[in-house]
């Protein structure tokens, strides 16, 4: 199951304290406390494993570790080791931060500055200080986490429509594929050269409002820049099939509307040539970008392909 939504607590390590010591060494005199060492911070690195937010699914409270104390002779304690969380690239913190690239880091918490040891309070004065500073806390804060999936390229349509047979097709991908609904249940992605592409699972009359899959995927769909809307060629309605999709991407939020969309009746090969026209013509009413397609025809495939590579000259 996709994790696309969590709250967790994160809290970098405290800084340690500083030591109170003095010179051990034969006719040597002083103070010797080391300071101590800075606590581990937090931070948040994007990678493309969709689903990388599971691992906080039961794992709430995450926590860096603290610096070491100082140490007599002048040794410092040792810093706490970052700590580098992976999440997917689109996630959202607190809703107003978002990690956009793979390899991007944002540092979420930062560590407590390790506390001076005696030897920094040394002076003419004061030759024999007893002065210690405690480490200081690490910053600690309640976070929600929310995946908004980035493509270049959004895979609609109602359930069973072929999108998934279509993604395995054109990229890597190896989504779950059958003849029933709901296939799909969490968002895949493939790569086709330098584009993304995302199999988005299928949306039914009422998804706006949370029936089926709900709401709960249709933000994914808003974060993709173009939008290839498939119509299986074996729907006795395909014209309300694509108004049914188009009223809830509308009703969820009409920026939906102005995205680019191209229409594909697929599974055009699983019926009979005259009623895959006379679908064809229908779809072409309501968008001129509708051609018909088929897994297993190698030259409607070549279609789709080249709408790909003139998207990808364009990026």
């Known amino acids: 199951m996709l994790i696309d939504d969590v709250a967790i607590k994160v809290r970098a390590g405290n800084g340690g304290k500083g030591a109170v010591a003095f010179n051990k060494n034969l006719m040597s005199l002083g103070p010797t406390g080391g300071s101590g060492g800075n606590g581990g911070s937090v931070y948040f690195e994007g990678v493309s494993d969709l689903s990388s937010l599971g691992q906080f699914r039961y794992k709430k409270n ?15 304690g040792a810093d706490g080791p970052d700590l580098v969380l992976k999440v997917p690239i ?4 607190q809703k107003t931060r978002e990690i956009l690239k793979i390899g991007e880091r944002l540092l979420v918490a930062k560590g407590g500055h390790g506390g001076k040891g005696n030897f920094l309070f040394r002076s003419p004065k004061n030759t024999s200080p007893k002065r ?6 690490g910053e600690e804060f309640a976070l929600s986490l929310e ?20 993604l395995n097709e054109l990229t890597e991908a190896k989504s779950k594929v059958a003849n029933y609904a709901f296939t799909t249940l969490e968002p895949n992605l493939g790569v086709y050269y330098n584009l993304i592409l995302a199999d988005i699972p299928g949306l039914i009359e009422g998804a706006s409002s949370g029936k089926g899959l709900g709401i709960k995927f249709l933000r994914h769909v808003l974060r993709t820049q173009i939008l290839f809307h498939l119509i299986s060629a074996e729907s006795q309605n395909p014209a309300k099939d694509y108004k049914t999709v188009r009223n809830e991407l509308k009703a969820y939020n009409e920026e939906m509307m102005k995205k680019p969309e191209y229409l594909f009746l697929s599974k055009s090969d699983v019926v009979s040539p005259g009623e895959a026209k006379k679908k064809l013509a229908l779809l072409k009413k309501l968008n001129k970008n509708t051609i018909p397609i088929s897994i297993h025809d190698w030259d409607s495939l070549e279609k789709v392909k080249k709408i790909l590579n003139k998207i990808n000259l364009k990026k």
């Open 90 to 93: 689109g996630t959202v913190i």
């Open 132 to 137: 210690f500073q405690e480490g200081l806390l």
């Open 62 to 76: 995450i926590k860096a570790k603290d610096g070491e104390n100082g140490k007599g002779q002048f040794n410092d």
């Open 147 to 166: 995946l908004k999936l980035i493509a270049d390229v959004g895979l609609i349509g109602l359930p069973n429509a072929g999108k998934s047979s279509l």
